[in-house]
């Protein structure tokens, strides 16, 4: 009988273990991929001096180049993490690893990347047709990092777009559901639009326009 209720208890968690497992294979990019962005990251995080600096060459061109691939990746990502998680929360050695939203792309707006042109092409790519969604969607990728820290070279990529696609990127930075009750968001406006305007005049009257729009947008909803 005991024996039998053993068995019994494997096949129903075996079942829910299963259950928990998710199609990936109809997005855009492949869990495969994932796997190797997340095993450079780890790889970059743990390295230092030149070696850093080949593993940091390696984990950026693993990142997608466009907004929807990175949206794919990070949900994958998320997802992945979820479901180790839930397979493992009742062992008792089980140890989850530290959650942190967009560690990819923390990292990313941060990052003293080699070739600028290369860094800020993919880093506009990923940001361009963002919207708020879930907790990796949003907060631009954090690409505001660069506006603030680098503004001259940041303005001076950007201005290469289209009008059209630089009120995407600011667009996707502040695009929220209560954007005038968010104090950190305004008081990010504000410099932003600051530091913008000292270096170019049209960039920073392109952010109020896309700021405008949020807070229009809001309103009427």
């Not at 969607?137 to 070279?153: C, M, P, Q, V």
């Amino acid at each position: 009988m005991k024996n039998k209720l053993s068995i019994l208890f494997l096949l129903i968690y075996n079942l829910c273990s299963s259950q928990i497992d998710i199609d990936f294979s109809k997005l855009s990019v492949t869990e495969t991929r994932v796997d190797s962005i997340n095993l450079y990251f780890e790889k970059v995080l743990k390295s230092d001096g030149e070696e850093k600096k080949e593993l940091e060459k390696l984990f950026f061109e693993l990142l997608p180049n466009s907004h929807s691939e990175m949206s794919d990746a990070m949900y994958i990502d998320l997802r992945k993490k979820d479901i180790e998680w839930k397979k493992n929360k009742h062992k008792k050695d089980y140890s989850p690893k530290l959650y942190i939203v967009n560690p990819w792309v923390k990292y990313l707006s941060q990052m003293d990347y080699y070739d600028k042109d290369a860094y800020y092409e993919k880093y506009f790519n990923i940001c361009i047709g963002g919207e708020y969604g879930a907790d990796y969607l949003r907060a631009g990728f954090e690409i505001y990092e660069r506006f603030l820290s680098d503004t001259k070279t940041a303005c001076k990529k950007l201005e290469k777009l289209t009008d059209k696609e630089i009120e995407s990127i600011f667009y996707f930075i502040f695009d929220e559901t209560h954007p005038e009750h968010n104090e950190d968001n305004i008081s990010l406006y504000n410099e932003m639009l600051l530091k913008i305007r000292k270096v170019n005049l049209k960039l920073s009257e392109l952010l109020e326009k896309s700021y405008k729009r949020i807070i229009e947008e809001q309103r009427n909803h």
